[in-house]
């Protein structure tokens, strides 16, 4: 009886402290399991996405073709994507831009900027190749300004004034938001079609808003982030070229 009366307390505490201890060792290792998910990027320079849960309810999952790229298998799935590095890109725009500056006898100034876009032409977002290498039109280019400036209306409070600026998680909500709806801006390595054009829609974004506040009325369209790279009339530099 004295003997049950001894050591029955240090029984229980002996169970509830390694209980406590179990109970935090799971959680640590939850914690960093979630970590690594959450900010994890696969070291090939692609976006580590891979299939979506369908118990979380996305309403847009990304389709399977364009999850688990990598440097080595992106150009066999996906062989008529031109632009997979920012340098690739912008290499070919100067080309064209050189050739667009040289008139023959007789031959008209091309229409460049504004013309173009009532035309419903695709001017600055000639990155966007869809899975079989075309551009997309300037008509659904527009609608994937539309879209991102809709997500920066509710993040109004934590937006930064440039894209460089952006905290990680931040970063990762507006990208995964922009490829659960336009999954195409996946093709590409480091993400940089992405950056490229949160970084342009942000300046805009907020060259607009300052507009907006001055004159009192909304503006539907932001002209400067539709301007063709290189045209003298847009005053936001690009991105510096980098070769990959």
């Not at 999952?61 to 992106?74: E, F, G, S, V």
Request: hydrophobic share 35%.
């Amino acid at each position: 009886m004295f003997q049950f009366i001894f050591y029955a307390p240090i029984n229980v505490l002996t169970f509830f402290t390694r209980t406590a201890h179990k109970t935090l060792a799971d959680t640590h290792n939850a914690l960093l399991s979630a970590i690594g998910d959450r900010f994890s990027q696969g070291s090939n320079g692609l976006s580590s996405h891979t299939t979506p849960d369908s118990s979380q309810g996305h309403l847009n999952p990304i389709p399977a073709r364009y999850l688990d790229l990598n440097r080595q298998n992106a150009a066999v799935r996906f062989p008529d994507i031109k632009f997979w590095t920012q340098y690739d890109f912008t290499k070919t725009q100067k080309a064209a831009k050189k050739d667009s500056d040289i008139l023959t006898v007789n031959q008209s100034v091309p229409p460049r900027g504004n013309a173009r876009l009532k035309d419903g032409q695709n001017v600055a977002m000639r990155y966007a190749e869809q899975d079989d290498g075309s551009i997309i039109s300037g008509i659904e280019a527009e609608a994937v300004r539309a879209h991102l400036r809709a997500i920066f209306n509710g993040m109004q409070d934590r937006l930064p004034k440039t894209w460089a600026g952006i905290g990680i998680a931040d970063k990762k909500y507006v990208l995964s938001e922009l490829y659960k709806a336009y999954p195409y801006f996946l093709l590409c390595f480091d993400e940089w079609k992405g950056d490229y054009l949160a970084s342009r829609v942000l300046s805009t974004y907020h060259a607009t808003s300052k507009k907006r506040a001055g004159r009192g009325v909304k503006i539907e369209n932001d002209e400067d982030d539709q301007m063709e790279i290189g045209d003298s009339s847009h005053n936001i530099k690009p991105k510096e070229d980098f070769k990959p």
